[in-house]
């Protein structure tokens, strides 16, 4: 019974995530209407980890100190009843039917092993949960890559329908089609750097359920293993009475692989709650209730591991500051072009924590994950490439959905003003300058109400030798905000005429082109 | 309308043309709405000068048939509140809407192929509302109903367009007044390349002969020009208040030469002042010597 209610809170968690990720668009006003980051909010990982690397708090913590204390009072109820990816992991997992042959790995030291690594590193500034973090490796693996890759598919079968053109057929698939569009299809097809690398990754953290079930929430997952030592002393405690004849029938069913059948030598702190064990009891002998007195095997990874975890947090902080990347990132890459609202270099990187909601929510798709343009800590970051799609000068869904406060929530004025880079043109491949072609499709489109690119009228000399009047574009410095508008809608292709750099971004003190 | 009245104007309608040259009343207030080629309604209400405007040039029955397919064609290209005139009027888009309808248009379609975000251009503009307040169908550009089409032109001979927009029953410009950077000013026959797909951009680089060939194939029934507010600087796209002057006027003509030479009025200059007018003129596409039209202006 407990089990049918667990399997619907597992549906229902699954599906508000679901449809909250399907909401991370714009629908054409200002505000997405629905608390879209709710469970990066939720998540206590990320919100330690965050308080330590950035040395500062932030404002929405409620849910996660909430979830803290749910698992001090019931224990990994957020593993076993809530968390998304652990619902993932139940569903694929139970394709795999029969018991293996072999004994379990029983490596859950492994990801206790990771979270010290992980807060040892953000203590000391470096802010890696992000890429390990389950929450945020959900949001980024289905933004950038299965969503993208879902809706391609879709639209593909759709279209094919649609140029057959078979009268009924095409009217039936253009309707079920609007209504896809209507529930779930994104406005337009996503496109992102490395979606096949992180889809594949995905699915290698899903396929790991075929090995064992729930292979990454027992043995990888950081939040997991947080959750577990503040469920050591929960005080919703599991008690098997006398009856149990030690059968082993809860062994394999015990989704956290806590031993549930070696009676006081099991581990509580991998107990996800998910009351399997109290189901198949042919004994009827387990019983889950406040206040008892029970034992457990003691949490003991073994001092050298955890000596050695606590080294490598440590280390690793210098050892991915040293690269040549980090050389040249930071002030001057001119590549590295941040969301509007970023915090200065350094903070946004203590902050960021991968998870791709500003990628999802950017209304161009012109934010795209980083490989070694942020340097190595800074992979799977955001960065706006304009050829992509610039930045809409009018939206702020990417502060507003950013959950560590990595990109801060702008008000329109401020957003307005804030300057991510700075146009600059190539005359060698502008067509008024180069090629004595008449274009303005920059001055167009540049959207600063005094138009941050101005015209200056030119005479020049085509090839047959006679004179042409035309204009030739400037960029105003202090005006342009390099939103990149002109980048992605100039004329020449592959390599603009016009393209943001870096420098001049509102957020760095040194990347300034211009006398303050 | 109801059918009682279509039916009795019709038979009328019907009865006076069957007898030429009768002195019947009603044929010559039709051949003095035929003869007027511009009409520039000013007033406070937009609603209320589209209309009179309309009105002016013979009512919209002269231009919208019963069962009609019409599409409307506003200036939706950009992410701005209306009181920016960057893009059309919503009022003005919803009033003639609505009087397609009422002259027995079976549907009404009002789409833009947006230059930035169209989610954002169709809701900041209003005009996603208000024209769907008044029964219009309004959409976002489906890549799919893109079709390389012929144009009977010099400089373009072949572009895709948007099938929807060329197949229409009748088809019905509303630009909004602005300055360009090229171009000078935007009017109606720029207002044309919202229908045209691929990278447009191009156009620009021989855009006068470009939008006469275009607004030869696309012909449109009526052109409505939006001068209720107009943008007079950092034009199409605007942002600055300053730069927004209130002159309370809706342009309707059929010419679509004359429209925009009469629109480059409004901004103190003159047909010949815009590129596209004068080839349009030489082209045959339409008179942009005011003084040979008969305009009305009326004030509402």
């Given at each position: 019974m407990i089990r049918k209610i667990r399997i619907a809170a597992q549906g229902i968690f699954l599906l508000t995530f679901l449809w909250l990720f399907v909401q991370t668009e714009s629908k054409g006003a200002d505000d997405l209407g629905y608390p879209v980051k709710i469970f990066l909010d939720a998540d206590p990982l990320i919100f330690i980890t965050t308080i330590f690397s950035s040395h500062a708090w932030y404002d929405t913590f409620s849910l996660a100190v909430g979830v803290i204390v749910a698992t001090i009072i019931l224990g990994r109820v957020f593993c076993g009843w809530v968390c998304p990816l652990g619902t993932l992991n139940n569903m694929v997992g139970a394709l795999q039917k029969r018991r293996p042959p072999r004994a379990p790995l029983s490596l859950h030291w492994l990801k206790y092993c990771l979270l010290i690594f992980l807060i040892v590193a953000s203590l000391f500034s470096l802010q890696l949960t992000g890429i390990f973090d389950p929450i945020a490796l959900l949001i980024r693996s289905f933004s950038l890559a299965v969503y993208p890759a879902v809706s391609y598919a879709t639209k593909a079968v759709f279209d094919t329908i649609f140029n057959f053109n078979i009268p009924v057929v095409v009217n039936a698939s253009e309707f079920i089609y609007m209504i896809f569009k209507k529930l779930w299809l994104p406005f337009q097809q996503p496109f992102f750097l490395q979606s096949a690398f992180l889809g594949l990754l995905f699915l290698i953290i899903l396929g790991l359920n075929l090995l064992e079930k729930r292979f990454w929430c027992k043995y990888l997952c950081p939040l997991g293993a947080l959750l577990g030592v503040f469920s050591r002393?929960?005080?919703?405690q599991r008690s098997v009475s006398e009856g149990c004849n030690s059968c082993g029938a809860c062994t394999f069913d015990c989704q956290g692989g806590a031993a549930p059948a070696l009676k006081e030598k099991w581990h509580h702190t991998e107990c996800l709650l998910c009351m399997n064990c109290d189901d198949v009891c042919p004994q009827d002998s387990v019983r889950f209730g406040f206040f008892q007195k029970t034992q457990s095997a003691p949490l003991d990874l073994g001092k050298r591991r955890v000596v050695g975890m606590i080294l490598s947090g440590i280390t690793i902080v210098p050892l991915v500051r040293i690269t040549g990347i980090n050389k040249q990132a930071g002030a001057s890459e001119p590549k590295l072009i941040r969301p509007p609202g970023a915090l200065e270099e350094k903070q946004f990187l203590t902050r960021c924590v991968k998870c791709g909601e500003c990628m999802k929510v950017c209304i161009t798709n012109g934010l795209q994950p980083t490989l070694l343009e942020a340097g190595l800590e800074g992979i799977w970051s955001p960065i706006l490439i304009p050829r992509i799609g610039y930045c809409e000068y009018r939206c702020t869904l990417c502060g507003q959905v950013c959950p560590t406060g990595a990109i801060r929530k702008l008000e329109l004025p401020e957003k307005e003003k804030v300057k991510i880079g700075l146009a600059m043109i190539d005359k060698g491949r502008c067509l008024p300058y180069a090629h004595a072609t008449p274009c303005i499709v920059c001055q167009e489109v540049c959207p600063t109400p005094a138009k941050a690119i101005w015209l200056e009228k030119a005479k020049v000399m085509n090839g047959n030798g006679s004179e042409l009047n035309l204009k030739q574009p400037h960029v105003d410095l202090e005006l342009c905000i390099g939103c990149g508008l002109c980048e992605a809608k100039?004329?020449?292709?592959?390599?603009?005429a016009i393209y943001i750099t870096s420098n001049g971004e509102s957020r760095s003190k040194d990347n300034q082109l211009l006398l303050p | 309308m109801n059918r009682r009245d279509f039916l009795k104007t019709t038979i009328i309608t019907g009865a006076a043309f069957a007898l030429p040259g009768s002195p019947n009343p009603l044929i010559k207030a039709l051949e003095a709405a035929e003869k007027t080629d511009l009409v520039a309604a000013h007033g406070l209400s937009p609603a209320a000068i589209t209309k009179t405007a309309i009105d002016g040039l013979g009512g919209i029955k002269s231009f919208i048939s019963r069962g009609d397919i019409v599409v409307v064609k506003p200036n939706i290209g950009w992410d701005r509140l209306p009181a920016y005139a960057a893009t059309t009027n919503p009022e003005v888009v919803s009033t003639v809407v609505a009087l397609c309808y009422a002259a027995g248009a079976k549907q009404v379609k009002v789409f833009d192929h947006s230059v930035v975000d169209p989610r954002r251009c169709y809701k900041q503009s209003g005009i996603s509302a208000a024209a769907t307040a008044a029964g219009g169908i309004v959409s976002f550009i489906d890549e799919r109903k893109f079709r390389d089409m012929k144009l009977p032109g010099v400089v373009l001979k072949s572009w895709p367009l948007y099938t929807e927009a060329v197949e229409a029953d009748k088809f019905i410009n509303i630009p909004i007044a602005k300055t360009h950077g090229l171009s000078t000013l935007t009017l109606g026959m720029k207002n044309l390349m919202g229908i045209m797909g691929s990278s447009r951009g191009r156009i620009h680089q021989r855009i006068d002969g470009s939008l006469v060939d275009l607004a030869m194939k696309v012909s449109p029934t009526l052109i409505i020009l939006d001068a209720v507010r107009i943008l007079t600087a950092n034009g199409p796209q605007g942002g600055d208040l300053a730069d927004v002057k209130l002159l309370n006027t809706v342009v309707a003509g059929r010419d679509q030469v004359a429209v925009d030479a009469y629109g480059a009025t409004l901004f103190g200059l003159k047909g010949s002042d815009i590129g596209c007018v004068v080839a349009g003129n030489k082209a045959g596409l339409?008179?942009?010597?005011?003084?040979?039209l008969k305009i009305k202006r009326i004030n509402v």
């Open positions: 002393f929960a005080f919703l100039c004329p020449i292709l592959g390599q603009p | 339409g008179t942009m010597d005011l003084a040979k």
